[in-house]
């Protein structure tokens, strides 16, 4: 089964580069290697990454942390979803 984490989160006012940045960096650090990961950009310096595992549904996998609560603007939502159809 393949699982997709994503994680998403919005930063606070003109500091939307360097919460890009820190994502990236916490991406390659993950405890283990995903399958695939993606990293993209919103307007109002919104961020998502994405995962995907080998894994079941409810397997234990790592994930982003929280950034530091000045980098965001909120917090960080987080949802996980496993894949019925690839095209």
Request: proline share 7%; charged share 30%; aromatic share 8%.
């Amino acid at each position: 089964m393949t699982v997709a984490l994503m994680w998403e989160a919005r930063a606070a006012e003109g500091r939307g580069a360097e919460l890009l940045e820190w994502a990236r960096a916490q991406a390659r650090v993950l405890a283990a290697e995903p399958l695939r990961r993606e990293i993209l950009r919103a307007p109002q310096d919104r961020v998502l990454v994405l995962t995907w595992w080998d894994a079941p549904y409810d397997a234990e996998l790592p994930e982003l942390p929280e950034p530091a609560a000045e980098l965001i603007t909120r917090a960080v939502h987080r949802w996980r979803f496993e894949s019925v159809e690839q095209g």
